[in-house]
């Protein structure tokens, strides 16, 4: 197995010094390179990879800088500040340690030199060169119950970067040779030292060079392609169609293989839609079933009805014909269910059910004008029965309507006040909660 510092960065390398330089060459080398990479001091889109740099710049300068940890470092290499070897200075962990715990071994850590390629990749047991995907672009995409019932097919114009057919993806003109980048010596990409975190050792990474895009290779201004002017990428329009399936559901994700940005020698990304449904103000869904509630009159709770109850997210009208021919009645909070009218399941023709719940909207006050209304609507009622037995003491009381329980308990303090009990059960399925008093 390699050790650490077959595949440490050489601190020495990363200010561009030899190993015989002095501390006042040690020290420019530092200002020079903090001054080149400097976050502040690059492109936006450099300032990942500069920042990686300036941090590297500082760490080789504080190691090589001081006369101690110098000795060390050119005798041991980083492993003299790993305590398990024995050196002990700071009480980082063992780099190897890390490493296999991470990456299942460092034979499995693929791109750094010296060591295996993880299966399939370039470098790998096969020795095969798979070329990279790009990366892909990922959105939500809301869609109402009715789009996911009935299934919807929708365009959209997309623009993305495709590979400049002029210069075939090189970035220069006919006949233009390329010279190898100078900041990552034409490999596409720079070992770099990161931080892992706080009290643990730099750790060596491999991130695509900023300066070549990762190509390796670079044109001069005037040998550049003139249609994408050494971009090696140009601007296209397309139009898309995305198709979502009647009974998709919300967090499905849409896959267009192969529709995000193109960059030469790679595989082209995906744009992935991940679906959010809208919400319904009547249907409520759970998988292939559909909920709603049922509005009835009092005297269609006590008779029956035959007429349609709702409209369908197909624009169907849904009839229902409730005969009571043994007097049975509907009452709050019962369930109809409709089989076969809730969504569609993917790839069937079966669908889920519809659940109904009843909901009784009873008269509004004074719909009984006199006396004689009240009687017939006593006569066609069953008598009220009393189960609690008469005593012999009964006294006539007056009472006041109150819309909910508020007022019972209110300030006394008492976690059963305003009908908490009840609201508990309902809420979390158990039974009486008991506060701190």
């Not at 192969?258 to 082209?268: F, I, R, T, Y």
């Not at 849904?318 to 076969?340: A, D, E, S, T, W």
Request: overall charge negative; glycine content about 14%.
């Amino acid at each position: 197995m390699d050790t650490v510092a077959d595949v440490e960065i050489d601190l020495y390398e990363v200010l561009g010094i030899t190993k015989g330089a002095s501390k006042v060459e040690i020290k420019k080398a530092y200002h020079k390179a903090a001054l080149a990479h400097h976050p502040d001091k690059v492109a936006e889109d450099e300032r990942v990879e500069a920042e990686v740099r300036f941090k590297a710049a500082k760490q080789a300068y504080e190691i090589l800088h001081d006369d101690d940890k110098r000795h060390l470092y050119d005798t041991h290499g980083m492993a003299a500040f790993d305590p398990s070897r024995g050196h002990g200075m700071g009480g980082e962990p063992d780099m190897e340690d890390i490493l296999a715990q991470m990456f299942g071994g460092m034979g499995g850590f693929g791109g750094m030199p010296g060591m295996g390629g993880m299966g399939g990749m370039p470098g790998g047991p096969q020795g095969r060169k798979v070329p990279r995907k790009g990366r892909s672009v990922e959105q939500e995409y809301e869609v109402t119950l009715e789009e996911l019932y009935k299934g919807k097919t929708t365009k959209f114009a997309n623009t993305k970067n495709v590979v400049c057919q002029t210069c075939k993806g090189s970035g220069g003109r006919s006949g233009a040779k390329a010279h190898a980048c100078g900041v990552c010596n034409g490999q596409g990409q720079n070992h770099v030292l990161r931080q892992m975190g706080p009290g643990m050792p730099a750790m060596v990474t491999t991130v695509p060079c900023g300066t070549c895009s990762g190509s390796g290779e670079l044109f001069k201004d005037k040998e550049r392609c003139k249609k994408c002017k050494g971009k090696k990428v140009v601007e296209s329009k397309n139009v898309l169609e995305l198709y979502i399936p009647r009974g998709a559901r919300r967090g499905e994700r849409i896959v267009l293989a192969g529709e995000a940005d193109q960059l030469p020698d790679q595989e082209p990304g995906d744009i992935i839609f991940t679906l959010e449904e809208a919400q319904h103000d009547v249907f409520d869904r759970a998988g292939s079933d559909l909920k709603a509630e049922l509005k009835i009159s009092l005297v269609e709770a006590l008779t029956g009805f035959n007429r349609v109850v709702l409209t369908h997210l197909d624009g169907r009208g849904i009839q229902l014909n409730v005969k009571q021919p043994n007097g049975k009645v509907l009452r709050p909070g019962q369930v109809l269910r409709i089989p076969g009218e809730g969504m569609p399941i993917k790839r069937s023709d079966a669908r889920g059910d519809l659940y109904l719940t009843v909901d009784v909207e009873f008269p509004e006050d004074g719909w009984l004008k006199n006396d004689a209304a009240v009687q017939k609507v006593r006569d066609a009622l069953p008598s009220a029965t009393s189960k609690i037995p008469k005593p012999e003491d009964v006294e006539e009381v007056e009472f006041v309507f109150e819309d909910d329980l508020d007022g019972f308990g209110a300030g006394s303090g008492d976690p059963r006040a305003g009908g908490g009990w009840e609201d508990d059960d309902d809420e979390d399925g158990g039974g009486p909660q008991c506060a701190t008093q």
